[in-house]
């Protein structure tokens, strides 16, 4: 019988550690709980949020609604030559899964190691880190239509991903609930080193033959080495997107700031790399309050204990006028806000 808890607590439901409630929660554990929830015709115009790890989200305010927690978990595979389709259930952790596919020697996710989150929320964000995206990866996905209580088949090219853009985050908002994702990765790897820092540091390590579980613990010590650990202290990753401007537009940002960090973006956009223009703002490791940015990356936010939602809210809106008023380019909040 499916359990429906009433004014629960929020806090350990997300990696800020912010205080707020949910009115309902519920855990889903089975595709076929999802069935049983919405028999009730009450929760289908009942505000709802669909929530894995909560690591990509920030909480303002009670949610007035029913908190859907995904905990479906599995992680499966089929061989087919030199391709490995891996299936992972919505509620499995992200990095567990990495972890997984690197173990068999399954390339194509080892750039993606130590992202926080669930597998659900993956294709929905398009989550991405040095250089690899998940729609690199991506094969398809199982979600739950919530109308039609019916489970349908999303293949890549009709999932409309762009940067940390989803057709999930868009024109079908709210109206699935992603269950199962498969990827498609490689028996013959093809090692992606360009992005960051991952050169120099096996070059650091002495590495000149990388293999994905290389790869891997790089990433993983750049990623320790720059982003505070949720469990010490709370936040939510990467707090704002990447700009991507035009050519013109970055131009005349570097005759006029020549040391602009930046990368192509393909279709002839230029991506800028936010912590720098948050750190040349003078915004790195800056404490406000019981909020601040952390000390090795500018673009995290961090709880130092005790802060309120809208107190970390507060604090990124400053920082985006911050970085508008000295290079005129608009920063946009990566982490959902509620």
Do not use: D, H, M
């Given at each position: 019988m499916l359990q429906i808890r009433e004014?629960?607590?929020l806090k350990n439901f997300n990696t800020f550690g912010v205080e707020a409630n949910a009115k309902y929660l519920v855990e889903i554990n089975h595709e076929n709980e999802l069935t049983e929830l919405f028999l009730d015709p009450k929760w289908l115009t009942f505000p709802r949020l669909v929530l894995g790890g909560g690591s990509n989200v920030l909480f303002t305010k009670d949610f007035e609604g029913l908190v859907i927690r995904m905990n479906i978990r599995g992680i499966e595979h089929r061989i087919n030559h030199e391709e490995v389709y891996v299936e992972a259930g919505a509620g499995e952790s992200w990095n567990e899964l990495v972890n997984y596919c690197v173990a068999y020697g399954f390339a194509g996710m080892e750039n993606l190691s130590l992202i926080p989150g669930s597998v659900g929320a993956s294709p929905v964000q398009n989550i991405g880190a040095y250089g690899v995206e998940l729609k690199d990866v991506f094969e398809s996905c199982q979600a739950f239509e919530i109308a039609t209580q019916q489970i349908k088949t999303?293949?890549?090219?009709?999932?409309?991903?762009?940067?940390?853009?989803?057709?999930?985050?868009?024109?079908?908002?709210?109206?699935?609930?992603?269950t199962s994702v498969k990827f498609k990765l490689s028996l013959q790897p093809?090692?992606?080193?360009?992005y960051g820092a991952i050169e120099e540091e096996l070059r650091k390590w002495e590495i000149t033959n990388p293999t994905i579980q290389d790869i891997s613990k790089v990433v993983s010590h750049?990623?320790?080495s720059k982003l505070p650990d949720p469990s010490t202290i709370g936040n939510a990753g990467s707090f704002f997107k990447?700009?991507?401007?035009g050519p013109g537009e970055f131009e005349e940002l570097k005759n006029k700031f020549p040391a602009v960090a930046n990368y192509p973006a393909g279709n002839n956009q230029i991506k800028l790399a936010a912590g720098w223009l948050i750190e040349q703002c003078g915004w790195k490791g800056k404490t406000v309050g019981k909020t601040g940015t952390w000390q090795n990356q500018a673009l995290v936010l961090v709880n130092h204990g005790g802060a309120s939602g809208e107190q970390i809210f507060a604090l990124s809106s400053q920082i985006i006028d911050s970085v508008y008023n000295k290079f005129g380019v608009k920063l946009d909040r990566e982490v959902n806000i509620l």
């Open positions: 004014n629960v607590s999303f293949a890549k090219e009709v999932c409309g991903f762009g940067y940390r853009e989803s057709i999930f985050k868009g024109a079908l908002k709210n109206q699935f609930i992603i093809t090692v992606n080193t360009k750049i990623r320790v990447n700009p991507i401007i």
